[in-house]
């Protein structure tokens, strides 16, 4: 993955795929430390609701407002993708 002109390596396993209601998986960004991520799918008369809840390791806690940030940016940039192939 890229974010900005740094190249991100991506790792993680999914330990829940309850479709169409629910993810949970890892994320592990650059060989760091791990946070679990769960995903909730909620369906609307012409759209569907994420919700996304974040587990993090203590030690990430000061950064807590920055990973919150870049989940929603990812969330945001997905919406757009997607209402373009709509």
Known sequence: MRRGSKEV??????????????????WREDG?????VQVQFE???TH???????????S???????????WSTRSTLLATLLSRKA
Do not use: C, W
């Open 9 to 26: 390596a991506i790792s993680g396993v999914y330990h829940v795929i309850d479709r169409p209601r629910r993810l949970k998986f890892s």
């Open 32 to 36: 760091g430390l791990e946070m679990l």
């Open 43 to 45: 369906s609307e008369a």
């Open 48 to 58: 569907t609701k994420m919700r996304i809840s974040l587990k993090l390791d203590a």
């Open 60 to 70: 990430l806690a000061a950064q807590a407002d920055n990973i919150k940030q870049l």
